[in-house]
């Protein structure tokens, strides 16, 4: 599988919380993973309301899940999941500049450069001229990044594994291609 798609599906599943609102009696809401995480409550009941079938409330509440998951197995490295997506993004071959970083995980610049300064901070990335415009600056994993990256990538893998086990590996791929077809 591309590095491309790695990222694009860790996003996907872990991400999903910051793009997807439901509405409820006509007001939006973000879901919060704490919630999703420390509620006793069994959620089944929620298979027969309304909300069951709509595909925001879905996406958010599988990406609440998977983002509780990830950051507490990721707190093992040092980091959270969007410091994850901007470095498996900086070790890849895209060699994104931080506006396109910005666009390829869908935050505001702002946040994008203060992930970048914190990686920076701990020689996990570096910034370089890109070639193809000396105003910006391409983000590049260094050695440490890319070795850190690769230990990550393994938790993400796992928490996946945990947060989709109920999904056999042909679901996982439907799941993956049909997350894929429509935010990329």
């Given amino acids: 599988m591309g590095l491309e798609i790695i990222v694009n599906t860790t996003y996907c599943l872990s991400q ?14 973000h879901m919060n993973a704490d919630l999703l995480t420390t509620n006793e409550l069994d959620p089944s009941p929620l298979r027969e309301t309304e909300m069951a079938h709509e595909i925001q409330f879905l996406t ?25 997506s901007v470095l498996a993004l900086a070790a890849s071959d895209l060699k994104p500049t931080q506006r396109e970083m910005s666009s390829f995980v869908a935050l505001d610049p702002s946040q994008i450069v203060a992930l970048v300064d914190t990686l920076e901070e701990r020689n996990l990335v570096k910034r370089e001229t890109d070639p193809r415009d000396r105003r910006s ?4 994993a260094t050695p440490e990044g890319e070795e850190l990256y690769r230990q990550a990538r393994k938790i993400t893998i796992a ?16 799941l993956r291609e049909l997350l894929t077809k429509v935010t990329l």
Avoid at 159 to 173: C, I, K, M, Q, Y
């Fill in 159 to 174: 928490a996946e594994d945990h947060v989709l086990g109920n999904l056999t590996p042909s679901e996982r791929d439907q």
């Fill in 16 to 29: 999903l919380i910051s793009l997807s609102m439901s509405i409820i009696d006509g007001k939006m809401f």
């Fill in 137 to 140: 600056k391409n983000i590049v």
């Fill in 60 to 84: 958010a509440r599988l990406a609440a899940k998977g983002n509780a998951y990830v950051n507490k197995l990721l707190e093992e490295v040092e980091l959270n999941v969007r410091q994850f």
